[in-house]
């Protein structure tokens, strides 16, 4: 590992102007480019203290053995020189979009004596004029043979036409009227270029006065009594719209434009792209990429743009780029796509009617790309193994951990504090195992402590079904005791309301799956065997722990590792709280979110696995599906209390007359100052009734006033209004 200072510039050497730099490795390879307005402002961060520094800038700096620069006069300059030192060095420091595939478009070789209209990939030719691109050729395909009826230009290879053109006789599409055979001179060379001019401007969004023409042919040979000709030409329109239909109006303005959204966590960004031509969707391409080094959203959108544009020309660059954010600074940018057009290119972030909308769209399906790229990883059983061994390697365990148990707490400025536990069995989720906590023995925002709690909990329960089983004799201390709501230490205890299933039911042991009743599910234990695919596959019962009736009990079965969302003092206290109940053939680890670092406890450093680790995926995914179940609960506990009402433990009350009291009376609060005979007024509600409510109310402590905590204004009313549940939704953990 080099040391930054032993290569960094003298004072004064690096020029205040415009350009680009490249750090080089040891080998002379280069691993980082990158442009700046100012060299010198831009360079002197890199040779900071590394502990300010960005992990993966400080690994990026660490593994560089010199660095230079080149002046360029403006800032668009610099860009289109980063953008070309990338394509040619390929450093491995810096973001790289790479598509999967090579996506198909529908080409007309324009430069051709005799235009062909075909499916082309790779890269771009001077003077053919393309469109798309598609996500799959046999669109393209499908839409020429829509079209070739009303433009019927060439579509056959070179050798074909050659032929036909020797033999004078032309191929069957020539035969059938889809082409008007040039080869052997039905059109000349000047007739079949407009019929192919006119197939691009149809493809390009003029399709009206194409359409227009067609009906008013049809429409002169039936005056004719031309009934033939007319009933062709009804096919041909039809057949153009058809091919239009192939491709939804989504913006009526015949809008060009590019829109581009992303999707990203941590380690990775999933780009989509929709290609907008006259208002039509014309295309859809997207990839998934590594965030190799310390980037944001508008960073992303600028490498992304380098990716799209860096080899278009002319039309190929739309006049509208629609991003989510916008590069800083945004005027290069923008000024190199319009060098590139030919003319003004806008690049914005669309704000409001049908391009936010469709832009809300390709958000939608980069979030769902991201997601099924890692679902994929995921669902793959050699994956699966290839990360419990990574896992397993990095953590130093004796074997691979075949149950993962994860536990999260989620709360709102310490209200309402949760937890969740999920299991993940051979690399895959078993929600059927998935439990929930409230925590109980104190109140406030105190995550160490609550990680302490839940995770004794958990293993009480584990030690209370092996001793009732005699294969645990060991009292645990005294110091991992919970109040009167939990489980006690070596009594057996049983919390009976704190520890909730996916519904938040209990049975009468404390613990439900989601129907209330125990499922049978597979799990693999220590040293269980996958069975070969052509022999009988093994009991999953076999090994696990039952109860009379033979069902699996409740956390009676241990996992091999226990991962806490957190870093260094979540993962101590989870230790802790094991330590005290004397289990030690538990691992912990905790994983930051921050920096995806994973925790062990009593190491002073993390242990940062790869990003293209499948280990460090599976662990993502097992902490993320902790968060999202453990913030579930928490929302649904917080909105019960807050649409709770004193009227709500009023007997015989039901909610249509309760809803009618509410409405006589527009709150809890003015129906608590009315009298008995002002209730009675409330259509539906007798004397007794109305004795009840007040009664009930009169005994009921008043509420504190709600608080409004989008404005901060305090309201009249009980409760609290929606816009207070969405602002109180930005603080929750």
Not at 86 to 100: A, H, L, Q, S, T
Not at 190 to 210: K, Q, V, W
Not at 488 to 512: F, K, M
Request: glycine share 8%; with cysteine.
């Amino acid at each position: 590992m080099a040391d930054p200072s032993s290569y960094r510039p003298k004072p004064g050497q690096i020029p205040d102007s415009p350009g680009v730099y490249k750090f080089r490795d040891d080998h002379g390879r280069v691993i980082y480019v990158g442009k700046a307005k100012s060299l010198r402002q831009r360079l002197a961060n890199y040779f900071q203290d590394l502990a300010g520094l960005h992990p993966r800038t400080r690994t990026m700096v660490t593994t560089a053995a010199s660095v230079e620069w080149t002046v360029v006069s403006t800032e668009v300059e610099a860009l289109q020189l980063e953008y070309s030192w990338i394509k040619e060095f390929d450093p491995r420091f810096n973001v790289k979009y790479r598509d999967d595939k090579s996506y198909p478009y529908l080409a007309v070789t324009l430069n051709e004596e005799f235009p062909r209209a075909q499916v082309m990939r790779g890269a771009k030719k001077k003077g053919v004029r393309y469109f798309g691109p598609y996500g799959h050729a046999w669109a393209i395909r499908e839409t020429v043979d829509l079209m070739l009826r009303v433009f019927p230009v060439r579509t056959c290879s070179a050798g074909v036409f050659k032929r036909s053109a020797q033999i004078g006789r032309p191929c069957l599409l020539g035969y059938i009227g889809k082409c008007s055979a040039p080869c052997v001179g039905r059109v000349t060379a000047e007739e079949h270029r407009e019929l192919a001019e006119e197939f691009c401007d149809f493809m390009a969004g003029r399709t009206g006065a194409y359409l227009r023409r067609l009906e008013r042919q049809m429409q002169e040979a039936a005056e004719e009594m031309e009934y033939e000709r007319a009933a062709r030409l009804r096919d041909d329109i039809g057949a153009l719209k058809r091919a239009m239909e192939k491709s939804a109006v989504v913006l009526a303005d015949a809008t060009d434009a590019d829109l581009i959204a992303l999707a990203e966590d941590e380690l990775e960004a999933a780009v989509q792209i929709f290609h907008v031509r006259g208002g039509r969707v014309r295309g859809q391409r997207g990839w998934v990429t590594d965030k190799v080094e310390a980037v944001t959203t508008s960073g992303l959108v600028e490498h992304a743009l380098q990716q799209l544009y860096g080899e278009e020309r002319g039309d190929a660059v739309p006049k509208e780029v629609l991003v989510p954010a916008l590069p800083e600074p945004v005027e290069p940018i923008a000024q190199w796509l319009s060098e590139r057009r030919g003319s003004q290119v806008s690049l914005r972030i669309p704000q409001r009617g049908d391009k936010k909308d469709l832009m809300a769209t390709v958000g939608r399906n980069a979030q769902q790309a991201l997601a099924l790229h890692k679902t994929k990883r995921a669902s793959d059983l050699t994956t699966r193994s290839r990360a419990l061994e990574e896992i397993a390697g990095a953590l130093g365990l004796d074997a691979v951990p075949l149950r993962i148990e994860c536990f999260d707490i989620s709360h709102l400025q310490g209200d309402d504090v949760v937890a969740s536990m999920v299991v993940f069995e051979d690399g895959l989720a078993r929600k059927s195992e998935y439990r929930r906590f409230q925590i109980k023995t104190f109140q406030g925002q105190d995550d160490v402590r609550s990680m302490h709690e839940v995770i004794g909990r958990r293993f009480k329960r584990y030690l209370q079904e092996k001793q009732k089983s005699g294969e645990w004799t060991q009292e645990p201390s005294a110091d991992a005791r919970v109040d009167d709501n939990g489980v006690t230490a070596g009594t057996g205890a049983v919390d009976r309301t704190g520890i909730t299933d996916g519904t938040g039911a209990t049975d009468t042991a404390g613990v439900t799956d989601g129907t209330g009743s125990i499922t049978h599910s597979t799990v693999t234990g220590p040293g269980a065997v996958t069975a070969h695919p052509d022999e009988p596959e093994p009991d999953p019962m076999a090994g696990r722990p039952t109860d009379e009736d033979g069902r699996p009990k409740r956390f009676a079965y241990p996992p091999q590792l226990v991962v806490v969302d957190g870093g260094a003092p979540q993962v101590a206290a989870a230790r802790r709280a094991l330590d005290e109940l004397g289990i030690d053939d538990v691992a912990v680890c905790g994983l930051a979110k921050r920096l995806e670092e994973v925790w062990l406890p009593e190491d002073d450093d993390p242990v940062v696995l790869p990003r293209s680790s499948e280990g460090l995926y599976l662990l993502q995914r097992v902490r993320d599906e902790a968060h999202r179940f453990a913030i579930t609960y928490q929302r649904s506990k917080r909105g019960k209390r807050l649409k709770s009402s004193p009227l709500d433990a009023v007997a015989g009350l039901g909610d249509t007359r309760r809803q009618a009291l509410l409405k006589h009376f527009g709150s809890v609060k003015k129906l608590r100052a009315a009298t008995v005979d002002e209730i009675c007024e409330v259509p539906g509600v007798g004397r007794k009734t109305a004795e009840t409510v007040a009664a009930a109310l009169a005994g009921a402590a008043p509420p504190a006033p709600a608080v409004n905590t989008a404005t901060g204004e305090i309201m009249e009313d009980d409760g609290a209004p929606p816009a207070a549940l969405s602002a109180e939704r930005g603080q929750e953990r």
